[in-house]
């Protein structure tokens, strides 16, 4: 059995042993060349600070693709997630009666 912990990239197996993991974003890909439009100021900016700007580019989309994803999945499952708060609403959570908070 093993145990992922997705926001610091490391996991545990059923020994307990810490292991490192690759995360999925970070597997190397076939990169290609394109051409963006950046403001000027920014990108002198940019380059005096010495900023990778291919891997902030890729870290900034990643990040994009990742809430784009994520409302559309919420709107995906608008309906079920409005059901089931009309549940919980007259029927309560399954864990009212045994939680101690």
Same mark, same amino acid.
């Given at each position: 059995?093993?145990?992922?912990?997705?926001?610091?990239g490391i996991g545990y197996n059923a020994?307990?042993?810490?292991?490192?993991?690759?995360?999925r974003a970070d597997r190397t890909a076939a990169k290609r060349a394109t051409?963006?439009?950046i403001r000027s100021d920014l990108l002198d900016a940019a380059r005096e600070a010495?900023?990778?700007?291919?891997?902030?580019l890729e870290r900034a989309l990643? #990040? #994009?693709?990742?809430?784009?994803?994520r409302a559309r999945w919420r709107e995906e499952n608008r #309906?079920?997630?409005d059901a089931y708060n009309?549940?919980?609403?007259?029927?309560?959570?399954?864990?009212d009666g045994v939680r101690s908070f």
């Open positions: 059995m093993r145990i992922f912990d997705a926001h610091t020994h307990m042993r810490r292991r490192l993991f690759k995360r051409n963006v439009s010495g900023v990778n700007l291919s891997a902030t990643a #990040e #994009e693709l990742a809430n784009v994803q #309906e079920a997630i009309e549940y919980v609403s007259a029927h309560g959570a399954f864990s």
